[in-house]
């Protein structure tokens, strides 16, 4: 647009008063931000003792219901289907730890009814 073209308007325009930035501006910005609740405090009211009491409270009950429902299964094993473990063990090897067993049993008797151990 033109001057020329709307010359009343121009005129009007020109006789408007100028709007300039007040000088306390910094001063009204600054107080604004400081009235303004900051992240701190956000995070105060969340994890006020009001809120944080209550939460935890039922978060201890839920953890001790399930651990007094937790019931480890117990693991049975069938003569018809051993694991591979068992499967692969000889039935010699038990002869040989039954009599391992016996030697250590007759050993521990030993120690404790010879004089020589008991004394220091």
């Known amino acids: ?6 010359q009343e308007l121009w005129d009007l ?6 709007l300039g930035v007040s000088p306390f501006f910094s001063r009204n910005v600054v107080r604004r931000v400081r009235q303004e609740s900051g992240w701190s405090e956000t995070v105060s009211q969340w994890f006020s ?5 209550p939460v935890s409270s039922f978060a201890v009950a839920v953890l ?7 019931r ?11 694991p591979e473990l068992l499967a692969a063990i000889d039935p010699q090897d038990y002869e040989v730890v ?6 250590l049993a007759s050993e ?3 120690v404790w009814t ?3 151990s008991l004394s220091l």
Request: hydrophobic fraction near 35%.
């Open 64 to 70: 001790a219901a399930a651990l007094a429902i937790h």
């Open 108 to 110: 521990d008797d030993n």
């Open 49 to 53: 003792a009001r809120r944080l009491i």
């Open 72 to 82: 480890p299964s117990n693991i049975t094993i069938s003569q018809d289907n051993p």
């Open 98 to 103: 039954v009599d391992l067993d016996d030697l």
């Open 13 to 18: 325009l020109g006789s408007a008063p100028q």
């Open 1 to 6: 647009m033109k001057r020329e073209d709307d």
């Open 114 to 116: 010879e004089n020589e």
